[in-house]
Nanobody, 124 residues
Framework: QVQLVESGGGLVQAGGSLRLSCSPS????????MGWFRQAPGKEREFVAA????????YYTDSVKGRFTISRNNAKNTVYLQMNSLKPEDTAVYYC?????????????????WGQGTQVTVSS
Protein backbone atom coordinates (compact mmCIF):
# COMPACT_ATOMS: atom_id res chain seq x y z
CA GLN A 1 0.00 0.00 0.00
CA VAL A 2 1.31 3.44 -0.94
CA GLN A 3 0.58 6.39 1.31
CA LEU A 4 0.83 9.78 -0.37
CA VAL A 5 1.57 12.75 1.86
CA GLU A 6 0.62 16.20 0.57
CA SER A 7 1.62 19.59 1.90
CA GLY A 8 1.63 23.24 0.89
CA GLY A 9 -2.03 24.19 0.85
CA GLY A 10 -3.37 27.31 2.52
CA LEU A 11 -5.11 30.63 2.13
CA VAL A 12 -3.87 33.10 -0.48
CA GLN A 13 -5.20 36.23 -2.14
CA ALA A 14 -6.15 36.24 -5.79
CA GLY A 15 -3.07 36.68 -7.93
CA GLY A 16 -0.86 34.95 -5.40
CA SER A 17 1.07 31.70 -5.56
CA LEU A 18 1.30 28.41 -3.71
CA ARG A 19 3.39 25.30 -4.20
CA LEU A 20 1.95 21.91 -3.34
CA SER A 21 4.21 18.95 -2.62
CA CYS A 22 3.50 15.24 -2.52
CA SER A 23 5.70 12.32 -1.50
CA PRO A 24 4.99 8.59 -1.26
CA SER A 25 5.66 7.26 2.21
CA UNK A 26 8.00 4.32 2.15
CA UNK A 27 8.06 4.01 -1.63
CA UNK A 28 10.14 5.31 -4.50
CA UNK A 29 8.48 8.07 -6.48
CA UNK A 30 10.21 7.08 -9.70
CA UNK A 31 8.03 3.97 -9.85
CA UNK A 32 4.90 6.02 -10.56
CA UNK A 33 3.36 8.47 -12.97
CA MET A 34 1.72 11.19 -10.89
CA GLY A 35 -1.29 13.43 -11.08
CA TRP A 36 -3.00 16.27 -9.27
CA PHE A 37 -6.77 16.51 -9.04
CA ARG A 38 -9.06 18.91 -7.21
CA GLN A 39 -12.57 19.00 -5.84
CA ALA A 40 -14.43 22.22 -5.18
CA PRO A 41 -17.44 22.36 -2.85
CA GLY A 42 -20.51 20.88 -4.49
CA LYS A 43 -18.57 19.74 -7.56
CA GLU A 44 -17.06 16.52 -8.80
CA ARG A 45 -13.37 15.89 -8.56
CA GLU A 46 -11.54 17.06 -11.69
CA PHE A 47 -8.17 16.59 -13.32
CA VAL A 48 -5.62 19.38 -12.90
CA ALA A 49 -2.22 18.14 -14.08
CA ALA A 50 -0.21 14.97 -14.62
CA UNK A 51 3.39 14.01 -15.23
CA UNK A 52 4.97 10.86 -16.63
CA UNK A 53 7.30 8.68 -14.62
CA UNK A 54 10.37 10.25 -16.19
CA UNK A 55 8.98 13.78 -16.06
CA UNK A 56 9.29 14.09 -19.83
CA UNK A 57 5.56 14.49 -20.49
CA UNK A 58 3.11 16.74 -18.72
CA TYR A 59 -0.59 17.40 -19.17
CA TYR A 60 -2.85 20.18 -17.89
CA THR A 61 -6.50 20.99 -17.87
CA ASP A 62 -7.21 24.07 -19.97
CA SER A 63 -8.18 26.29 -17.06
CA VAL A 64 -4.72 26.09 -15.47
CA LYS A 65 -2.48 26.12 -18.54
CA GLY A 66 0.08 28.89 -18.31
CA ARG A 67 -0.52 29.32 -14.56
CA PHE A 68 0.25 25.92 -13.00
CA THR A 69 3.34 23.79 -13.44
CA ILE A 70 3.71 20.16 -12.42
CA SER A 71 7.21 18.85 -11.85
CA ARG A 72 8.99 16.08 -10.06
CA ASN A 73 12.33 15.50 -8.39
CA ASN A 74 12.81 11.77 -8.19
CA ALA A 75 16.01 12.21 -6.18
CA LYS A 76 13.99 14.04 -3.52
CA ASN A 77 11.07 11.64 -3.95
CA THR A 78 8.69 14.56 -4.40
CA VAL A 79 6.23 15.82 -7.00
CA TYR A 80 5.22 19.48 -7.04
CA LEU A 81 2.39 21.63 -8.30
CA GLN A 82 3.45 25.26 -8.61
CA MET A 83 0.34 27.43 -8.78
CA ASN A 84 0.69 31.05 -9.89
CA SER A 85 -1.85 33.77 -10.65
CA LEU A 86 -4.37 32.00 -8.47
CA LYS A 87 -8.04 32.78 -8.90
CA PRO A 88 -10.98 32.31 -6.51
CA GLU A 89 -12.24 29.53 -8.79
CA ASP A 90 -9.09 27.55 -7.98
CA THR A 91 -10.39 27.11 -4.46
CA ALA A 92 -10.67 23.37 -3.80
CA VAL A 93 -9.22 20.41 -2.00
CA TYR A 94 -6.23 19.28 -4.06
CA TYR A 95 -5.35 15.59 -4.23
CA CYS A 96 -2.14 13.92 -5.26
CA UNK A 97 -2.46 10.57 -7.04
CA UNK A 98 -0.03 7.87 -8.15
CA UNK A 99 -0.30 5.50 -11.07
CA UNK A 100 1.80 2.37 -11.43
CA UNK A 101 2.68 3.15 -15.04
CA UNK A 102 5.18 4.97 -17.21
CA UNK A 103 2.82 7.42 -18.84
CA UNK A 104 0.54 9.95 -17.19
CA UNK A 105 -3.22 9.95 -17.52
CA UNK A 106 -6.03 12.47 -17.07
CA UNK A 107 -8.61 9.90 -15.96
CA UNK A 108 -8.82 9.56 -12.19
CA UNK A 109 -9.90 5.93 -12.56
CA UNK A 110 -6.43 5.13 -13.91
CA UNK A 111 -4.77 6.05 -10.60
CA UNK A 112 -4.03 3.46 -7.95
CA UNK A 113 -3.23 5.55 -4.87
CA TRP A 114 -4.49 8.82 -3.47
CA GLY A 115 -3.47 11.30 -0.83
CA GLN A 116 -5.84 12.71 1.76
CA GLY A 117 -5.97 16.12 0.11
CA THR A 118 -4.85 19.61 1.01
CA GLN A 119 -7.11 22.66 1.07
CA VAL A 120 -6.36 25.61 -1.19
CA THR A 121 -8.44 28.72 -0.64
CA VAL A 122 -8.10 31.78 -2.86
CA SER A 123 -9.76 34.95 -1.61
CA SER A 124 -10.92 37.71 -3.94
Amino acid sequence: QVQLVESGGGLVQAGGSLRLSCSPSGRTLSTYAMGWFRQAPGKEREFVAAISRSGGETYYTDSVKGRFTISRNNAKNTVYLQMNSLKPEDTAVYYCAARSAVIANMNERQYDYWGQGTQVTVSS
